[in-house]
């Protein structure tokens, strides 16, 4: 079992910048990758980004390249991702999840989510 605790979510206003973190604890040895999801009501869960854990290979969607990027510590099991030049479509529930394994396919395990804001 891997359990996700996301945090930095917030309100802000277009243009600010966020940090938001993905802290993970157990069997974190099994993971392969984490990935950011985001939800919003009446549509459908996007992949954000997603990062290899063994490399730091990382995946971003089109919507948030050149604005996000993703990091991680390995030692504190913990995945970073900031997020720059923020819009009001940004506004969403950001949920972390953990691909467990040796290669990619669908999350294994989510957090609860971290409640990102963006005002105009």
């Known amino acids: 079992q891997v359990q996700l605790v996301e945090s930095g979510g917030g309100s802000v206003q277009t243009g600010a910048h966020l940090r938001l973190s993905c802290a993970a604890s157990g069997e974190t040895s099994t993971m392969y990758a984490m990935s950011w999801f985001r939800q919003t009501p009446g549509k459908e869960r996007d992949a954000v980004a997603s990062?290899?854990?063994?490399?730091?290979?990382?995946y971003l969607n089109h919507f948030v390249r050149g604005r996000f990027t993703l990091s991680r510590d390995n030692a504190k099991n913990t995945v970073y991702r900031q997020m720059d030049s923020l819009k009001p479509e940004d506004t969403a529930l950001y949920l972390c999840a953990a691909v467990i394994g040796d290669r990619w396919h669908p999350p294994h395990y989510w957090g609860k989510g971290t409640l990102v804001a963006v005002s105009s």
């Open positions: 990062i290899r854990l063994s490399d730091g290979d990382t």
